[in-house]
């Protein structure tokens, strides 16, 4: 199945731009953003990079999501003590983060705490200690991460099912990696793998809050003016590839995640997708709510959601429930998806826009999110998006387009199950497959 929609109109990114943060390049390819939010006595900055877990290969899984761990060992002069000491000291704090396609490096401090920050986060950046004594205890650390996430049903289940969905690719393996490939880094091939990862040209440096847009160009350009190296390349596209994955264990719920191939980011179908998960179990008068727990009382918790990559994505279901309820629930599930090859009334998908509207602007409001907002455009987009014109793109979705994402969706028919729960509950995975593209399950009629 390709990894693009048959929609061909003008995607979000490449819009008539509004005033906007502008983007500034430095010499070595580092970029710059700044979002002055005025009345703030604080400010957020991130360092951002567009390389994650999904550039790893199988030898060097988890390898992202170590080094992000290491760098905080030591950086730059200092101790891992003396990294949090000297920004918490200041009144600030400091953290991180590693996704599939992306690692972030933060700061939220006062308003003049601008120039510690952006020494700090270059330090971890650039100039981390690899020690080998730190490097094997840290390696302990995320042993003891990956024993508690599989001891989570919650994200255990969301694992299996990405491991279903992306099978044998990087989207389909752990951020954290196993023991065994964590195991094969050393201090030379983490800092290696430190330079690849972290090369300028996919270096964001993002401020926002009460921040000068002359002071950040004048300290990025002495904190990240001089790094060099060059980046990984794109990884390979994904591939959906479905399946089902039912772990028998000894809870006293299943826990179900029901995912289905679908668009990525820089789709023009994107903001479709993202109405359409809306629609379907965003809130709760969804439609996935208001029948499975509502009407029918088959679970407590329910819920869908669109996950995107830069080439791909996908339309996920999460839902808790009793074991004898999961082929029920499964059953309702794909009937509620099978509803919407029906256009949606004028007054849900309206409700729906607003809701969507409302999460991404409320989402932004604290100067982090903008920082880290505007970081992530500028890696998909070369530059950033006024939020008048994300709300345009989502008001001219139509029901007609969400009919048509969702008929291509089936299309496929193919879908990634997880079910992780008694043994009652396991029947779910092959009743949700059966009922959505069964034989007679859906007639398709072809609208395009």
Same mark, same amino acid.
């Given at each position: 199945?390709?990894?693009?929609?048959?929609?061909?109109?003008?995607?979000?990114?490449?819009?008539?731009?509004?005033?906007?943060?502008?983007?500034?390049?430095?010499?070595?390819?580092?970029?710059?953003?700044?979002?002055?939010?005025?009345?703030?006595?604080?400010?957020?900055?991130?360092?951002?990079?567009?390389?994650?877990?999904?550039?790893?290969?199988?030898?060097?899984?988890?390898?992202?999501?170590?080094?992000?761990?290491?760098?905080?060992?030591?950086?730059?002069?200092?101790?891992?003590?003396?990294?949090?000491?000297?920004?918490?000291?200041?009144?600030?704090?400091?953290?991180?983060?590693?996704?599939? @396609?992306?690692?972030?490096?933060?700061?939220?401090?006062?308003?003049?705490?601008?120039?510690?920050?952006?020494?700090?986060?270059?330090?971890?950046?650039?100039?981390?200690?690899?020690?080998?004594?730190?490097?094997?205890?840290?390696?302990?650390?995320?042993?003891?991460?990956?024993?508690?996430?599989?001891?989570?049903?919650?994200?255990?289940?969301?694992?299996?099912?990405?491991?279903?969905?992306?099978?044998?690719?990087?989207?389909?393996?752990?951020?954290?990696?196993?023991?065994?490939?964590?195991?094969?880094?050393?201090?030379?091939?983490?800092?290696?793998?430190?330079?690849?990862?972290?090369?300028? @040209?996919?270096?964001?440096?993002?401020?926002?809050?009460?921040?000068?847009?002359?002071?950040? *160009?004048?300290?990025?350009?002495?904190?990240?003016?001089?790094?060099?190296?060059?980046?990984?390349?794109?990884?390979?596209p994904a591939s959906f590839t479905g399946g089902e994955r039912p772990v028998a264990k000894k809870l006293e719920q299943a826990?179900?995640?029901? *995912?289905?191939?679908?668009?990525?980011?820089?789709?023009?179908?994107?903001?479709?997708?993202?109405?359409?998960?809306? +629609?379907?179990?965003?809130g709760m008068a969804s439609r996935l709510f208001q029948e499975a727990r509502e009407k029918r009382g088959l679970a407590y918790?329910?819920?869908?959601?669109? @996950?995107?990559?830069?080439?791909?994505?996908?339309?996920?279901?999460?839902?808790?429930?009793?074991?004898?309820?999961?082929?029920? *629930?499964?059953?309702?599930?794909?009937?509620?998806? +099978?509803?919407?090859?029906?256009?949606?009334?004028?007054?849900? *998908?309206?409700?729906?826009?607003?809701?969507?509207?409302?999460?991404?602007?409320?989402?932004?409001?604290?100067?982090?999110?903008?920082?880290?907002?505007?970081?992530?455009?500028?890696?998909?987009?070369?530059?950033?998006?006024?939020?008048?014109?994300?709300?345009?793109?989502?008001?001219?979705?139509?029901?007609?387009?969400?009919?048509?994402?969702?008929?291509?969706?089936?299309?496929?028919?193919?879908?990634?199950?997880?079910?992780?729960?008694?043994?009652?509950?396991?029947?779910?995975?092959?009743?949700?497959?059966?009922?959505?593209?069964?034989?007679?399950?859906?007639?398709?009629?072809?609208?395009?």
């Open positions: 199945m390709s990894a693009r929609s048959p929609r061909r109109k003008k995607a979000a990114g490449v819009s008539p731009a509004a005033e906007t943060p502008r983007v500034h390049t430095l010499a070595n390819g580092v970029r710059v953003v700044c979002d002055p939010i005025p009345g703030l006595q604080t400010v957020a900055l991130s360092v951002v990079s567009g390389r994650g877990a999904r550039f790893e290969d199988a030898e060097r899984s988890g390898w992202s999501h170590l080094l992000e761990h290491m760098v905080f060992k030591g950086a730059g002069g200092r101790s891992a003590r003396g990294i949090v000491e000297v920004i918490e000291a200041e009144g600030g704090n400091i953290n991180a983060a590693t996704g599939y @396609e992306r690692t972030s490096y933060q700061v939220r401090a006062l308003k003049h705490g601008l120039d510690l920050g952006s020494r700090v986060l270059s330090d971890l950046v650039l100039r981390p200690h690899m020690e080998e004594d730190d490097l094997r205890r840290e390696k302990q650390v995320v042993a003891q991460e990956i024993a508690e996430a599989a001891d989570a049903p919650d994200d255990l289940v969301f694992e299996l099912a990405q491991e279903a969905a992306f099978e044998g690719q990087a989207l389909g393996r752990p951020i954290l990696g196993t023991t065994e490939s964590i195991g094969r880094a050393s201090p030379d091939t983490l800092s290696e793998w430190r330079a690849a990862l972290y090369g300028p @040209e996919t270096l964001v440096v993002s401020a926002a809050g009460a921040v000068d847009e002359d002071e950040l *160009l004048r300290l990025a350009e002495r904190d990240f003016g001089q790094a060099e190296g060059a980046s990984l390349p794109p990884p390979e826990n179900i995640v029901l *995912l289905l191939p679908a668009v990525g980011v820089l789709d023009p179908d994107y903001f479709t997708l993202r109405l359409l998960a809306e +629609i379907l179990g965003g918790a329910i819920d869908a959601y669109s @996950e995107t990559y830069a080439d791909t994505g996908v339309l996920g279901v999460f839902a808790g429930c009793a074991a004898t309820d999961a082929e029920e *629930l499964a059953r309702v599930t794909a009937g509620e998806i +099978i509803e919407l090859l029906k256009p949606v009334p004028e007054a849900e *998908l309206a409700r729906a826009k607003a809701q969507l509207k409302g999460s991404m602007f409320m989402g932004r409001e604290g100067a982090l999110a903008r920082a880290e907002q505007a970081a992530g455009q500028v890696l998909l987009f070369g530059r950033t998006l006024h939020p008048d014109i994300v709300a345009r793109e989502v008001d001219s979705v139509t029901a007609d387009d969400i009919a048509r994402l969702v008929e291509w969706i089936l299309r496929s028919r193919k879908s990634a199950v997880a079910v992780l729960g008694p043994k009652p509950a396991l029947r779910a995975a092959p009743v949700f497959e059966a009922s959505l593209f069964g034989l007679g399950a859906v007639a398709f009629t072809p609208t395009y």
